[in-house]
């Protein structure tokens, strides 16, 4: 990912919790506009933009997690290929740090390990590297 790990123990990079919560309440009027309005791609590329992977906030990326995995959770079976076809690496990566999320928490399994399917064809073995080696959490 195309991080700066260095200016993270620094705290120079990052956003205020104020402006985390900010984003993730526009976020979720987006990914929710772009779901009523039949397009779960559009959805997709909102909720993975701009993670807040900065925050200690367990509390902030608990939120922003919720609309992450009820996205990927209200995608059907047959989709899920054709939406991860359509992400670069970084959201690869960013995605699936949200699966590994989902598979934790043990509900809905089935759609998250076909995600993990799909996001490990697309990405290789490289996504799940850097995702496991990833300091920085969703």
């Known amino acids: 990912m195309n991080y700066e790990d260095d200016n993270v ?9 104020a402006e985390y919560k900010a984003d993730i ?11 009523n ?4 791609q559009d959805a997709l590329n909102v909720a993975l933009a701009d993670p807040p992977i900065y925050t200690k906030t367990s509390a902030i990326k608990d ?16 989709d899920v290929e054709t939406a991860v076809e359509t992400l670069n690496d970084d959201q690869l990566d960013i995605l699936m740090k949200y699966v590994y999320r989902g598979l934790a928490v043990g509900e809905n399994s089935p759609i998250f ?3 993990h399917e799909c996001v490990l064809k697309k990405g290789g073995a490289g996504t799940i590297i ?3 080696s990833e300091k920085k959490t969703v």
């Open 25 to 35: 309440a526009n976020r979720e009027k987006e990914v929710t506009k772009a779901l």
């Open 63 to 78: 939120q922003n997690a919720t609309i992450v995995l009820n996205l990927l959770g209200s995608f059907k079976d047959k």
């Open 113 to 115: 390990f076909k995600w």
């Open 130 to 132: 850097r995702v496991i």
């Open 37 to 40: 309005a039949g397009k779960p």
């Open 9 to 17: 123990e620094s705290g120079q990079v990052g956003k205020s919790d």
